[in-house]
């Protein structure tokens, strides 16, 4: 079956960096694209990004550029988001997400919480 | 980047049919199909109901239906469960190749 475990829990201090893994399992990996999406308490999610996991390529969201990076080993079937210059606005649930095509999620990480706080 | 307008809640009865609305632009939903629609209960991943405008994965009940019209897209629950309790995002393609959520909506049955 379909799985996408993440990585746990998170406690930052603001200025650092984080990486969040995403282990797929159950189907090709190379034939979907992972989009992160991030969630702050209290708030409706928010898409981060996406990454290609056959060419690598990605794309973020404007608001993200220069902080985030989101890579893939192939061999293991990881996707991995890291966020750097962490604020406490960065404080949140951050979900990896199988992509059908144009944004159709059918699998869903459990969430990992990164928390920011000095 | 500006998030789709919905309806903070709606509420209806057992049974009752309630709609939720997803206002966006001509340049996300006005102008694709590729509008899904997400349900998330407290402290659990988003679920996909909808995608693209109008077509429910295998699983979702029929009483989920979705439509568009112009820049709105909706999405209408038939026949209200106390178990369809929950927040309810839109989701859109956007044409700069980027994705913006709704803002959310709070489904409550009475």
């Known amino acids: 079956q379909v799985q996408l475990v993440q990585s746990g829990a998170e406690v930052k201090k603001p200025g650092a960096s984080v990486m969040v893994s995403c282990k797929a399992s159950?189907?090709?990996?190379?034939?979907?694209?992972i989009h992160w999406v991030r969630q702050a308490p209290g708030q409706g999610p928010e898409w981060v990004g996406e990454?290609?996991?056959?060419?690598?390529?990605?794309k973020y969201t404007q608001q993200f550029q220069g902080r985030v990076t989101m890579t893939r080993d192939t061999s293991i079937t990881t996707a991995y988001m890291e966020l750097s210059s962490l604020t406490s606005d960065d404080t949140a649930v951050y979900y990896c997400?199988?992509?059908?095509?144009?944004?159709?999620?059918?699998?869903w990480g459990q969430g990992t919480l990164v928390t920011v706080s000095s | 980047q500006s998030a789709l307008t919905q309806p903070p809640s709606v509420s209806g009865s057992p049974g009752q049919s309630v709609t939720i609305s997803c206002t966006g632009t001509n340049s996300d939903v006005g102008s694709y199909n590729r509008v899904s629609w997400y349900q998330q209960p407290p402290g659990t991943a988003p679920k996909l109901m909808i995608y693209e405008v109008n077509n429910r994965p295998s699983g979702v009940p029929d009483r989920f239906s979705g439509s568009k019209s112009g820049n709105t897209a909706s999405l209408t629950i038939s026949g209200l469960q106390a178990e369809d309790e929950a927040d309810y995002y839109c989701y859109s393609y956007r044409s700069d190749l980027t994705y913006v959520f709704g803002t959310g909506t709070k489904v409550t049955v009475l």
């Open positions: 990454i290609n996991t056959n060419s690598g390529g990605t």
């Open positions: 159950g189907y090709t990996f190379t034939a979907y694209f």
């Open positions: 997400a199988r992509d059908r095509g144009w944004g159709i999620y059918d699998y």
